[in-house]
Every structure is written in C-alpha cells, then in structure tokens.
C-alpha cells in the first residue's frame, strides 16, 4: 500500500497560533491556563520546542481537541525534517529477512562491501538468481521443485554452499554399480575411526560429489542428497554430532537416497534429525534409516544378539559382539541405543571421527575454507 506523503507539513506552533486566534487569546493568556511560563508558549509558535506529552495533554484540555492530535502533528513535523537520501535501510532490511547474512559473511560466502548493490549482486550470485525478488531454486533441470519450500533460510544457504563446492569438485561420471561397490567397501572400514579418511576417495571414484560444511548454528541439520544436472548426486554432510555412529548412518542413509534416486523428483533432499522415529515418516526416508541402521550393524545379527543376551547387556558382551562381526563397538552401541531408548548407554564407546575423516575431504569450516 503506498503512503500519502504531504506536501508540506507545519510546525505544531502553526496550528497553535491559529486556535490562538480563533479564541482571542494570547500567549499569556494561554500560558496562565496551562499554569506554565509563558516562554514555553513562545517556543512553541516559534518552532523553537517541541510538543511533549505533558503539553500536549494540556492543549488538550483547553481547545476540547484530543493530546493524540498535538503528538501527532509533533511527529509529523519531527519526521518531515529528517530527510532519507536513499532506501538502503529497506534494502537492508529485506536482505537480512531473506538470507543469514552476518553468518554468512562471517563464513567469508559473501564478502562484505560499503557498496550495497554490490552486496546484492554477490547474494544473488551465491544463490543462483538474477534479483532478490526471486526465491532460490537449488537445481535447475525443468522437473525440479523449490528446494525452499519448508527450508529455513539457514538452511538453504548451507545447502548453496554445498552446491556450490560439489560443482568444482573433478569427479568421473557416476555408476550406481560403482557406489554399490563403494559401500561394500566401506562396510571394512567401520572397525575404526581413522579409516574413514578413505571415504571421500571412494565416493568420488563413484561419481559422488561429496562437501563437508559445518552447521549454522540453529540450522539443525544432519545431510542432505540432490543432484546437479540430473547426473551429478551430491551429498553434503554437517557432523553435527561428532560420532563415530551417527557419521557412518548418516552417510549411509543419504546414500541410499542416492542409489534411490530419490532426491530427483523431489528438487533436493535435506534431512534434520537422521535416525529419528519412523512413525509418520515418509516411505523414502523410512528405507534410507533402514539402510542406515543395517549399514552399521547388520539387523539380522543384531536382532540375534539381543534375542541371546537380553536384559543383560554387558559392555563386555557388546565388545565381543562388535569384534565378531567386524565393526567399532560404538556402532552396536549407537543400534542398541535407539532400541533400548537409552541414548547414555555406554557412551564412552561412542568416538569422535570428525579430525578423522575432514583431512581428506573438501571441507568449509571448523577452521578450514573449501
């Protein structure tokens, strides 16, 4: 709705002088009838002071009118002489509703300016749009959907520079009989925590684009799957808990997104919480937890596990268990956590992984930029 701006707009003392002579009043006059100094008239009608609530409950009283209508030309007068050179604050205002921009320029994504177009054009280049009216889309093929309908704008500025690290990265074209190979492969890598520096490797051998960006704080993300150009899988990860469990089900269940397919009709997926609760859970997300959950340790043997040592499971059982089928004891432990509902069981076993695996990776944060 556009605001009607007066032409001009007069001092409060104006107004003043004119009920003045409608009444037949002096300054004097007026001043014995407020009980205050006669100079504080004067000002007044010289636009020497200002209207305050005091006064303006006053004036009030002896013209019949309402104090509003006095403050009101008070502020009227007050803001027509501040004079606005430009629309930066507006401009500003809408670039920090849209995207996280201290953080983002914090991160060096967006590098700062005094020029403010200049800035506007650098955020519309991060996120792939020619004006701020737009909303950012993450991929580009036509039977793509807005990747920002339900994502924060944390989020989505997280996910663009994932993209926009997995577009420079020199991958061979990806083969899903590849990654299937990669996984088996990686299925030896899970007895301990410095193999996973080999993970990077082996999905970019498979033609997965693969970026480590740490998390913005509030953003509460595990991962997320999309493609680029409809042949390019990317999987970004935040190792928001540094775990050795939770990295492997992540991976694992974005993964399988990606031998799904999933994230192709969908524009992107980004996924908060991986592991939680299937109830209500979509069919696909469904499958890339069981994906995850059987990754780490197989179901079968660790239905076979609990079914011979319930209720009595000691960490010395569990070390053994873990040896036997090959695995770091905090991945059983990490499964039977979330069986049990005991998410302090055992943590001790439950190893951090993430100096493992970023020296070997693209990565943007945690002290390194991509």
Same mark, same amino acid.
């Given at each position: 709705?556009?605001?009607?701006?007066?032409?001009?707009?007069?001092?409060?003392? =104006?107004?003043?002088?004119?009920?003045?002579?409608?009444? =037949?009043?002096?300054?004097?006059?007026?001043? !014995?009838?407020?009980?205050? &100094?006669?100079?504080?008239?004067?000002?007044?009608?010289?636009?020497?002071?200002?209207?305050?609530?005091?006064?303006?409950?006053?004036?009030?009283?002896?013209?019949?009118?309402?104090?509003?209508?006095?403050?009101?030309?008070? /502020?009227?007068?007050?803001?027509?002489?501040?004079?606005?050179?430009?629309?930066?604050?507006?401009?500003?205002?809408?670039?920090?509703? +849209?995207?996280?921009?201290?953080?983002?320029?914090?991160? @060096?994504?967006?590098?700062?300016?005094?020029?403010?177009?200049?800035?506007?054009?650098?955020?519309? !280049?991060?996120?792939?749009?020619? /004006?701020?009216?737009?909303?950012?889309?993450?991929?580009?093929?036509?039977?793509?959907? #807005?990747?920002?309908?339900?994502?924060?704008?944390?989020?989505?500025?997280?996910?663009?520079?994932?993209?926009?690290?997995?577009?420079?990265?020199?991958?061979?074209?990806?083969?899903?009989?590849?990654?299937?190979?990669?996984?088996? %492969?990686?299925?030896?890598?899970? $007895?301990?925590?410095?193999?996973?520096?080999?993970?990077?490797?082996?999905?970019? =051998?498979? @033609?997965?684009?693969?970026?480590?960006?740490? &998390?913005?704080?509030?953003? +509460?993300? !595990?991962?997320?799957?999309?493609?680029?150009? #409809?042949?390019?899988?990317?999987?970004?990860?935040?190792?928001?808990?540094?775990?050795?469990?939770?990295?492997?089900?992540?991976?694992?269940?974005?993964?399988?997104?990606?031998?799904?397919? #999933?994230?192709?009709?969908?524009?992107?997926?980004?996924?908060?919480?991986?592991?939680?609760? !299937?109830?209500?859970?979509?069919?696909?997300?469904?499958?890339?937890?069981?994906? @995850?959950?059987?990754? $780490?340790?197989?179901?079968?043997?660790? #239905?076979?596990?609990?079914?011979?040592?319930?209720?009595?499971? /000691?960490?010395?059982?569990?070390?053994?268990?873990?040896?036997?089928? @090959?695995?770091?004891?905090?991945?059983?432990?990490?499964?039977? %956590?979330?069986?049990?509902?005991?998410?302090?069981?055992?943590?001790?076993?439950?190893?951090?992984?993430?100096?493992?695996?970023?020296?070997?990776?693209?990565?943007?944060?945690?002290?390194?930029? /991509?």
């Amino acid at each position: 709705m556009n605001v009607r701006v007066p032409a001009e707009v007069f001092p409060p003392g =104006e107004f003043l002088r004119e009920e003045l002579e409608a009444r =037949e009043w002096t300054q004097q006059e007026l001043a !014995d009838i407020l009980d205050r &100094p006669p100079r504080l008239v004067n000002e007044i009608i010289a636009g020497r002071r200002a209207i305050t609530p005091e006064t303006a409950r006053g004036l009030a009283d002896a013209f019949g009118t309402s104090a509003e209508y006095w403050m009101n030309l008070e /502020s009227q007068y007050q803001l027509s002489k501040v004079k606005v050179p430009n629309d930066s604050v507006a401009r500003k205002a809408r670039l920090y509703g +849209k995207f996280p921009v201290r953080e983002m320029v914090r991160r @060096g994504w967006i590098i700062s300016s005094e020029n403010l177009q200049l800035v506007e054009r650098r955020f519309c !280049d991060f996120f792939g749009i020619t /004006s701020l009216d737009d909303d950012p889309e993450l991929c580009h093929a036509a039977k793509k959907t #807005d990747v920002a309908a339900g994502v924060s704008p944390l989020q989505l500025a997280w996910l663009f520079r994932v993209k926009a690290m997995a577009a420079q990265q020199k991958v061979p074209t990806y083969s899903r009989d590849k990654l299937l190979s990669a996984i088996e %492969q990686m299925r030896q890598l899970t $007895c301990a925590p410095e193999e996973a520096r080999h993970v990077p490797r082996l999905l970019a =051998e498979a @033609g997965v684009r693969l970026a480590f960006v740490e &998390p913005i704080s509030g953003s +509460k993300m !595990d991962g997320a799957c999309f493609w680029l150009d #409809d042949k390019k899988p990317v999987v970004g990860m935040t190792l928001r808990f540094d775990r050795i469990d939770n990295f492997w089900f992540v991976l694992r269940h974005e993964l399988e997104h990606v031998l799904r397919e #999933d994230a192709k009709d969908s524009g992107g997926i980004v996924d908060n919480d991986v592991g939680a609760a !299937d109830d209500e859970l979509p069919e696909y997300e469904v499958l890339a937890n069981k994906a @995850g959950a059987d990754f $780490c340790v197989s179901t079968a043997q660790l #239905d076979n596990f609990v079914a011979r040592v319930q209720p009595y499971f /000691s960490e010395q059982k569990i070390l053994q268990f873990a040896q036997r089928i @090959g695995v770091h004891p905090g991945l059983v432990v990490g499964q039977l %956590q979330r069986r049990l509902g005991r998410h302090d069981f055992l943590r001790k076993h439950q190893v951090k992984i993430r100096a493992c695996v970023l020296p070997s990776a693209d990565v943007d944060g945690w002290g390194t930029v /991509s």
